[in-house]
């Protein structure tokens, strides 16, 4: 089977051995639940329930504001304990509702099946999906219901699935996509109703091959739902390179994925989607990978959302050694954090805690001029020029060379033999460049 791929690129090494043959397993209730009242991009949730009050599963409890913006759900049933500020993945402290559970489960009365899929117009399929709190659980966490409005000039006619799972280590889209392949290929069904489309690509690293027989066995022979093999390569599952791979669209430069007619939405949002039109439950939990060499069981678990970390690290056995670093999602793309007594959101695919040898970083020294960062770049940037610039507060300089391009998938830093900070510094230009664009626009 011929295998697609974009220019540049890298082979980090995959690691995902200890977990990628581990059924995905329900992590046990937790008797408290932390549920963050922003777990999107767009503006947060304003609380709709109080202290002492009963709350059942499912229930809503936080009212979205505005278009960009999603409700948010009870995982438990239970009692309204407070609601406080908690810290996030990314250190912001967020207003969260904190639940007591009752173990009981006891459903909210508007969790019911929302109908057959043939039976749901567009407009009820786009409402469902924004009521039931339905956001990118590829780590992103865009509202889905805004990627599904896009607007008429825009001539959207096909979506992407992302299933490459590109990042070392996780392995909780891949589990999805095997154990329950009928969801995913159903959410696709509902994506491409809600936009009026009737062509799809899923895009899947050639790592995971076990899960093309039940991916293909649920498309209808007269659907033109197409599986896309991958070739296993980082960042295969950054949304430009993706749409590339999958279809030899290219995305200009500071485009959108429908500005060449795409949509692209993670697997376990499609199977999301699925299973809210099926039994009527909003999004309340989801597949988190739990591994790295500090941990003594690593799993993937179905989670609740509003668990804290340290209690899926101690249903995995806890510490075998203590971690160097935690980190929120993958080694490549993902954020390293103070402490474990954070709750998991939609957009948590994983929690990943490394230990000193694993987080060992080289020493930088003076640039070589290799010219290695360029080739790998996805995006045909020039990281040590940015770098360089930042590093010398020239942001000006760094925004010419198109900084605000870098997708920061950490190819760059990867690669560069001489471990300087490349991706840390374009970072830093970027957010140097968004604030004075701010400032300009006051």
Do not use: W
Not at 66 to 77: A, L, N, Y
Not at 131 to 152: D, N, R, Y
Not at 287 to 304: C, D, K, M
Not at 404 to 413: H, K, P, R, T, Y
């Amino acid at each position: 089977m011929q295998l697609f791929t974009f220019k540049g690129g890298i082979h980090p090494p995959h690691r995902k051995k200890q977990t990628e043959n581990m059924p995905a397993t329900k992590a046990k209730p937790p008797g408290v639940v932390y549920i963050p009242l922003l777990q999107h991009i767009g503006a947060p949730c304003v609380p709709v329930v109080s202290k002492g009050e009963y709350v059942k599963v499912g229930q809503k409890i936080g009212e979205a504001q505005g278009f960009v913006s999603i409700p948010v759900h009870s995982s438990v049933s239970g009692t309204v304990q407070a609601l406080k500020e908690m810290p996030l993945q990314g250190g912001t402290k967020v207003l969260c509702v904190v639940i007591e559970n009752d173990f009981k489960d006891e459903l909210h009365e508007s969790v019911v099946p929302k109908g057959d899929l043939t039976g749901l117009s567009r407009e009820e399929l786009v409402g469902i999906i924004k009521e039931a709190g339905i956001a990118g659980m590829g780590g992103a966490a865009f509202p889905t219901h805004v990627k599904l409005s896009p607007p008429e000039e825009k001539n959207v006619d096909v979506v992407v699935l992302n299933g490459a799972e590109c990042e070392p280590y996780l392995t909780a889209d891949h589990r999805l996509m095997l154990e329950t392949p009928e969801d995913v290929i159903e959410g696709a069904r509902a994506i491409m109703k809600a936009l009026g489309i009737s062509k799809a690509y899923i895009g899947i690293e050639d790592n995971k091959k076990d899960v093309l027989k039940g991916m293909t066995g649920e498309i209808m022979p007269d659907e033109d739902i197409n599986i896309v093999l991958l070739k296993t390569k980082y960042p295969q599952g950054a949304e430009k390179q993706l749409i590339y791979a999958c279809t030899g669209r290219m995305v200009p430069s500071g485009g959108l994925p429908m500005d060449v007619g795409v949509v692209v939405n993670n697997v376990a949002t499609a199977a999301q989607i699925a299973r809210t039109i099926k039994t009527g439950m909003p999004s309340i939990e989801r597949i988190t990978t739990v591994t790295g060499g500090a941990v003594n069981s690593p799993q993937n678990l179905i989670v609740r959302i509003g668990t804290l970390y340290s209690e899926l690290i101690e249903e995995c056995g806890g510490f075998k050694e203590e971690p160097a670093k935690v980190i929120s999602g993958g080694p490549m793309m993902g954020l390293a954090q103070s402490s474990v007594q954070i709750p998991v959101t939609k957009g948590t695919s994983g929690i990943l805690c490394l230990t000193k040898a694993e987080a060992k970083i080289p020493e930088s020294e003076n640039c070589i001029r290799c010219g290695r960062c360029f080739t790998v770049c996805p995006v045909n940037l020039q990281p040590l020029y940015i770098s360089a610039h930042s590093l010398k507060y020239d942001y000006k300089k760094a925004e010419e060379y198109k900084a605000m391009d870098c997708i920061e998938c950490g190819s760059c830093s990867f690669i560069c033999p001489s471990k300087r900070p490349l991706l840390q510094s374009i970072r830093v230009a970027k957010r140097e460049i968004i604030a004075s664009r701010r400032k300009q626009n006051r």
